[in-house]
């Protein structure tokens, strides 16, 4: 049985079914797993079929959105053969300074630092930057490089010692991807 049957039987046995308990979850649940609509949804609440609209809305909870997360999320058999073949076209020799550039990009020059350097100040001037910037993509590089031959021990002593001398008392860090699920959102609404 379901998450809708169940609160159907609960309903059906004169449970009455309060809007201010559906959390995001269960929607979730009953709009996307068991495929009930927002008027089957409504019903169970008595409420009117634009309320769970807005609330699914407010919430995120679309078949688009679901799709989305499915495959950027790698959740379905199809999603990890897509996901397979991204990283073997990605991972190869002939993509190491592409890589690099991109991440330097992503992680170092697209943050405060270019805020510096474009700061009224010149806190960073051309050649800082140049430098900053040939240093990130050359021990990016290394890095793709450790991960693309699979040297998964250099990596692993590259990564313990760094991490063990240079910036374990560092905040923890939290993932943070810069925006790019909101692009990915908008090129598909194209």
Not at 51 to 60: P, S, W
Not at 124 to 134: F, G, I, R
Not at 162 to 167: A, I, L, M, R, V
Request: glycine share 4%.
């Amino acid at each position: 049985m379901g998450l809708y049957e169940e609160l159907e039987a609960k309903k059906a046995a004169g449970e009455e079914l309060s809007l201010d308990d559906l959390t995001k979850e269960h929607l979730y649940t009953m709009f996307i797993h068991e495929q009930k609509s927002d008027y089957l949804i409504s019903q169970l609440f008595n409420v009117k079929e634009s309320k769970i609209t807005y609330r699914r809305k407010k919430y995120g909870i679309s078949i688009r959105n679901s799709i989305l997360d499915d495959y950027l999320l790698v959740k379905t058999e199809h999603a990890k053969e897509i996901n397979k073949k991204a990283r073997a076209e990605l991972l190869i020799e002939g993509n190491v300074t592409m890589i690099a550039k991109a991440i330097t990009h992503f992680a170092f020059r697209n943050g405060p630092v270019e805020g510096m350097h474009a700061h009224p100040n010149n806190q960073l001037s051309e050649k800082d930057m140049e430098t900053l910037n040939k240093f990130m993509v050359n021990r990016l590089a290394y890095i793709f490089k450790l991960i693309i031959e699979e040297r998964w021990i250099e990596l692993d002593f590259l990564i313990r010692n760094t991490d063990k001398w240079c910036g374990n008392a560092w905040d923890e860090a939290i993932p943070d991807d810069g925006g790019t699920r909101k692009v990915i959102e908008l090129m598909l609404k194209k």
